[in-house]
């Protein structure tokens, strides 16, 4: 693990001082600075002090491009979607879940706050259905993803969840909302997607059907639609189911 850990901070190096100028990528560390950052509090103690310090000041160094990429968080006033920001809100979404966690491990505040700041406004902007517009207009006419409602929404409630702000209402609407367009298999139904592009039922979000008993009832049978041969431990589940 300590070797693919190393490899991923040493590949994000490299992208920030080799691969952009050479290759000309513009993309950010939306969904890399939250986990690269919960690596480092886990193993900072168990490695050299210099290696650890090299990562912090390599997760300061993401955590600004990110932050710039985005400008802070600062949406187009009042549009809080894809207008305010030229790309789907589920990227600022995961981009800010980041930067609030890595505000709290580095001890960034102010990256804790521009995140707060932009999930408090999200979840006010948020369509009243329960879900977040795609490709939408000044008359709020943009339809949902089933797929990206939840990513984003789940974005939402971790930070939420960290920051003892959770409104279980709010959240269990959304979920609620990706439970009512789907098929009797659970598949979702391609009418009711904004994008057109539906997929099976992701880890996104999840936790959001928790909250609710109709919610806990839908986990269980999407739990039991995963086919666990094909994922990772497969075997040993099946081994515990033949006893």
């Not at 919960?38 to 210099?50: R, T």
């Not at 979607?81 to 030229?86: A, E, H, L, M, Q």
């Not at 789907?88 to 800010?96: F, Y």
Request: with cysteine; aromatic share 10%; charged share 25%.
């Amino acid at each position: 693990a300590l070797v693919l850990i190393r490899r991923i901070f040493s590949n994000t190096r490299n992208c920030l001082d080799v691969w952009r100028e050479r290759e000309g990528y513009r993309i950010t560390f939306r969904r890399a600075q939250l986990h690269m950052a919960l690596c480092y509090a886990q193993i900072k103690d168990h490695v050299n002090a210099s290696e650890a310090a090299a990562w912090h000041d390599l997760l300061l160094r993401t955590g600004d491009d990110v932050l710039a990429h985005f400008n802070s968080f600062q949406e187009k006033s009042p549009k809080l979607d894809n207008r305010g920001f030229g790309t789907g809100i589920n990227h600022v979404a995961l981009s800010a879940e980041g930067i609030w966690k890595s505000g709290e491990i580095l001890g960034r505040t102010d990256w804790q706050e521009a995140a707060a700041r932009f999930f408090d406004n999200l979840l006010v902007y948020g369509h009243s259905d329960g879900y977040f517009e795609e490709h939408t207009n000044d008359a709020r006419e943009g339809g949902p993803s089933l797929l990206y409602t939840p990513l984003t929404a789940g974005s939402a409630y971790l930070t939420q969840h960290w920051r003892n702000k959770v409104d279980v209402t709010l959240f269990s609407k959304l979920g609620k909302f990706s439970r009512q367009f789907v098929d009797a298999h659970l598949n979702p139904l391609p009418f009711a997607d904004e994008r057109a592009n539906p997929h099976h039922i992701g880890p996104y979000g999840l936790a959001l059907h928790s909250l609710t008993p109709e919610g806990r009832g839908f986990l269980r049978l999407a739990l039991e639609k995963i086919n666990m041969i094909d994922h990772v431990g497969g075997d040993i589940y099946m081994q515990h189911l033949a006893r």
